[in-house]
Structures are given as C-alpha cells and as structure tokens.
C-alpha cells in the first residue's frame, strides 16, 4: 500500500537532513499531528515568525522579530508574490550573519588563485576536484557560460537555493534568493560592465540629425520610463522585478528593465521577434517620428539583426562615457521632475 506523506512532513524531513549534513542555518518548519502546516512559522537563527497559508507559504506581512504574531487562520489574506521575496529575505538575513558554504568555499578556491583572475572555468575545476578529494556532495560547483563568465543563475543543488549572480565574478547578488525554483537573473549583470566606446555619437540615423536625434530620444526614454513605474507600482508585476543596482542612475535602470521585459528567453539578447514591442513603443510614443524608421537597425550596431544590452543603452545615450563627456545624462532632470 502507499503510505501518504504530506508536504509540510516531507519539506521538515528534507529540510532537517540538510540541517544535519551541510547548512545549519536552514528553515525547518513545524507540522501539526496531521500532517498540515502549523499556523505560525518560526526561524530560530534569524528570530522572525509569520503567519502561513495552507499551503505552506508566508502571508503577506505578517512577519514579526522576536515574537509570535497573532494568525487567523482561513481569514488571514491570501498569499502574495511578496511571499517569494520574504523567502529571500529570511535566507539574506541568514547569509548577512553566518556566511554559507558555498560563499566559504568560493572565497577559498578565489584566495588561491590571488594572483591571477579566476574564471568560472577555473573555479568549476577546482570546486569539483575538492568534491572528489573530500568525497563532499555538498561543495558548489558554479555553472559556466562561454568565455569564462558565469551563468546568471546558480543553483546548489543539496540545498534547493538558486541565486543571480554577476557574471563577471560569479558574487550572488543580494534579494535574489529562491528555493525550489529559478529566479529570473538578468544576464547581462556585471561587477565591471563592458564600457564600451560611443560608437552612436557620430553614427548617422537616416532623417533624424543634431537636436531632433535628442529630442527623439528624451521621448523615447521618457516613455520607457513611464512605462517602468507603472510596472513598479502594478502588483501583478511584482514578483517578475528584477532588484535594481543601487550603482545605476535612473536611465539605465529603465534601460536595465526594459530589456529584461524585451529579453523573453534571457539569452542576453533581442531577437527578430522579441523587438516587436520596441518597434511598437517606438511608433506610437516617440517623436519627431521620421526618427523611428531606421532606429533600430541605428541600434544594430554589429548588424546581427539582434540587440544586446549594449547596443540598446548605447543607442538611448545611457552610457558612463557619454554622460562624462557631457556632463549630465540625456533625460535625467525631466525623468525625476
């Protein structure tokens, strides 16, 4: 005969085994006799209680420090998007005062090789060869893209947490934490982004020279900044937010977000299809519209007939280089007004 496990039994004994072998620091919940989570769910490490649903998962703020909050059971409001990012905040909050084990191994892997920058490659050789060495299933071993860099998502496996990292340096990126499923990282994410030179100041957009190219795109970039606090604010959206870098001015975040909106498939790029949308956005927001029929392919600056990150935060005048040189960003004072 099958013998029924309920879920709260199977997350408190999966969890405990790992309590026991590699992360002390993992949330364990409580079950009732029958099986079902207990109302109120507690995190000894971090001193946080909350309420849950049913099914397990946090109610939206009802978290408390250092004490039990009331639950009313089926009254309680249903559970929100904001339940995933209460999930990272708990395993944040557990990372800021014990540090994990795959940021100890990584710092330790990294320390031997002071001398020269390690690669994903490299650091992918080394996690393994000490996972044979300590017969250890529990070592991270980072995912690798081409050339080096890192895959924006990492996951370790023994625990179920994935995480963003920057691809550059592999460091996981705060507030991005899940556990049992992926979260949406963007790709293109770096500790030392790719400066790449102002190839669009002189290039020519055929029908749009000098101060109608300016003109044109402030309007672009005033739509698309538009468009991103109506998203910030719809909670709908919520939970599909990339966390901004705190290091970004106001343009190139709205160009940070609008290209993971465009990037469906998080290949780091913009594809025939996926720049429909922009295509859109260009004809019925942006003026003088003699600026718009050419843009895109303005933007193509390697002509593969796709965008990267790059190329669209060049063609917008949202790069470093261009602000430095002329003091200020293109729309930055109209933006905050």
């Known amino acids: 005969y099958i013998v029924y496990t309920s879920r709260c039994v199977a997350e408190k004994k999966y969890t405990e085994q790992q309590a026991k ?4 620091q993992v949330f364990v919940p409580v079950c009732n006799p029958d099986g079902t989570y207990s109302e109120v769910q507690c995190h000894s490490y971090t001193g946080y209680c ?3 649903a049913p099914n397990g998962k946090p109610i939206s703020g009802s978290a408390v420090a250092n ?3 009331q639950c009313k059971g089926t009254s309680m ?4 998007t904001s339940a995933v990012f209460f999930h ?3 395993l944040l909050h557990i990372i800021s005062q014990y540090p994990t084990l795959w940021t100890e191994q990584v710092r330790r892997r990294q320390n031997r090789t002071r001398t020269q920058s390690t690669s994903c490659d490299q650091e992918q050789l080394s996690a393994k060869e000490e996972a044979r060495q300590h017969k250890n299933e529990g070592v991270f071993v980072p995912d690798c893209a081409h050339g080096g860099l890192y895959k924006s998502v990492q996951c370790h496996p023994s625990t179920g947490y994935c995480w963003c990292v920057l691809v550059d ?3 996981p990126i705060p507030g991005t934490s899940t556990r049992f499923e992926q979260p949406k990282c963007d790709g293109n994410a770096r500790a030392h982004p790719n400066k790449p030179k102002d190839h669009y100041r002189s290039r020519h957009l055929q029908g749009c020279p000098g101060e109608k190219k300016t003109e044109f795109l402030t309007s672009v970039l005033d739509a698309l900044s538009t468009d991103m606090v109506h998203a910030v604010t719809d909670p709908a959206s919520a939970g599909r937010m990339l966390e901004p870098d705190p290091s970004h001015t106001l343009e190139e975040r709205v160009v940070h977000w609008y ?3 465009l990037d469906k498939n998080s290949s780091g790029d913009i594809g025939k299809k996926e720049i429909k949308p922009f295509k859109r956005l260009l004809r019925k927001k942006s003026k003088p519209k003699k600026c718009v029929k050419k843009f895109v392919e303005y933007c193509d600056i390697s002509n593969d007939k796709a965008l990267s990150l790059q190329e669209l935060m060049g063609c917008l005048g949202v790069t470093k280089e261009e602000r430095a040189k002329t003091g200020e960003g293109t729309t930055s004072s109209k933006l905050v007004s």
Do not use: D, E, N
């Not at 072998?21 to 002390?24: A, G, M, T, V, W």
């Not at 409001?77 to 929100?80: D, L, Q």
């Open 169 to 171: 340096t592999g460091r």
């Open 21 to 24: 072998k590699l992360f002390p």
């Open 88 to 90: 990272a905040f708990i």
């Open 259 to 261: 290209f993971s909106q």
């Open 77 to 80: 409001h249903h559970t929100s």
């Open 50 to 52: 909350w309420c849950v």
């Open 67 to 69: 004490k039990k909050p």
